[in-house]
């Protein structure tokens, strides 16, 4: 019999490389979807008829206990958020109802229905924010600087303490940015990708950045998502970092992705004040030691590698080639 697994964040970046994987693997895959006036598929269009699509919102938690009756997952995968930082500053509280409060919620459904459910909680380096140290592991203190990042730390915690209280199988991915040519568009490296085909396709003239010198650890989403499914196959519970263990500035992102189509970043980036943020997370870099060391996980994509596949997958999609997004 096949393994039935539970993701919510489907159709999110994560949620659709982590179907993949699942669906590989011969897992029975569900997908939670919430309620919208137009379908909002396209990253799993092409798994779309081997997913059972079950609807439920992070927001309501009943949705989530019948959710659970009705298929018996034996492992949930929850990847739903609101998950923009700059959007967390202007919807603090929703951002706390969904990325915070929801991973409650489906804790509390999983152990009213069925304890035995092993669980993912989609936690963040954005946890790290003011950094305490570096690189940062799981040993290091926490300090946010966002309704994200906070909202993000009470999840992190609940499951902890949900592990704790209730025995539960309950584990945390403490994941550093992780990319791909399924980023959203709002997202720094995405904007960057997709802007620098558009120039180099004469569909743009400039991009648009706030501060270049942040400094992220960036890997690929489909190398990460295999780490989350090897925390739910450990004997127990447990937290682990998710990281390349290299950091580079918001620049030197725009200067491979420029060059890569024979052009100079210089000649088209452009500060802009409305893409700062309140407060800034400056420095991000993981130490993936023990992910490496209990999990065997080993990254596969190089940054470079990363930013040259955004690339070509964004001069691809512009010149109409959908595949390039939901076949990556
Ligand atoms: P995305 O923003 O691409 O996807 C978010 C998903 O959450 C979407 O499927 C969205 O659904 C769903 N969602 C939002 N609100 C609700 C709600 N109220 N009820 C149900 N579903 C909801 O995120 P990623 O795939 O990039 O990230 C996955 C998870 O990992 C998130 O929790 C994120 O915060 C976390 N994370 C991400 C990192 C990264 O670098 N990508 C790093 C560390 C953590 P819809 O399509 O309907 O909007
Ligand atoms: P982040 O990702 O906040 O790290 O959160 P994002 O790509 O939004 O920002 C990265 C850095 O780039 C700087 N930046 C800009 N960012 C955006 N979005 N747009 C711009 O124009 C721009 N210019 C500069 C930002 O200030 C920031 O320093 C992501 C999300 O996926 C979270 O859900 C996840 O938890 C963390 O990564 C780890």
Redesign the pocket.
């Known amino acids: 019999m096949s393994t039935r697994a539970l993701i919510?964040?489907?159709?999110?970046?994560?949620?659709s490389h982590l179907a993949e994987l699942l669906l590989d693997k011969g897992y029975d895959v569900v997908g939670?979807?919430?309620r919208?006036s137009t379908v909002?598929y396209e990253r799993i269009a092409h798994i779309q008829d081997r997913i059972t699509f079950a609807q439920?919102?992070?927001?309501d938690e009943v949705s989530m206990i019948n959710m659970l009756r009705e298929h018996r997952p034996e492992e949930v995968y929850n990847?739903?958020?609101?998950?923009?930082v700059q959007t967390s500053f202007g919807q603090p509280v929703l951002t706390g109802e969904?990325?915070a409060l929801?991973v409650t919620r489906m804790l509390d459904a999983i152990r009213i229905v069925d304890p035995g459910i092993r669980f993912y909680q989609?936690?963040?380096?954005?946890m790290f924010g003011k950094v305490q140290a570096v690189p940062q592991s799981e040993s290091t203190p926490f300090y946010p600087r966002s309704p994200y990042g906070v909202a993000?730390l009470y999840g992190h915690w609940i499951t902890i303490n949900y592990r704790e209280s209730y025995d539960l199988h309950a584990s945390s991915g403490i994941?550093?940015?992780?990319?791909g040519p399924r980023?959203?568009l709002e997202f720094v490296t995405r904007k960057i990708t997709h802007t620098a085909a558009k120039i180099k396709l004469g569909m743009a003239t400039e991009l648009r950045l706030g501060n270049l010198d942040a400094q992220r650890d960036w890997g690929f989403?489909g190398d990460y998502v295999e780490a989350m499914w090897r925390m739910l196959q450990q004997d127990g519970p447990d937290d682990y970092v998710v990281a390349t263990g290299e950091t580079h500035e918001v620049r030197e992102f725009c200067e491979v992705a420029f060059e890569h189509v024979g052009l100079d970043y210089r000649d088209f980036v452009v500060q802009d004040e409305r893409f700062m943020r309140p407060a800034e997370v400056d420095l991000l870099v993981g130490d993936p030691s023990k992910a490496r060391a209990d999990l065997g996980w080993e990254l596969q994509t190089s940054f470079r590698d990363l930013v040259t596949m955004m690339v070509d997958a964004d001069l691809a999609l512009l010149q109409g080639d959908l595949r390039s997004i939901s076949g990556s």
Not at 56 to 59: N, T, Y
Request: proline residues 0%.
């Open positions: 919510t964040g489907i159709t999110g970046q994560d949620g939670m979807v919430r919208s909002n439920g919102d992070l927001l990847l739903a958020a609101q998950s923009f969904t990325t929801g989609a936690s963040s380096s954005e993000k994941l550093f940015n992780h990319e980023r959203g989403a």
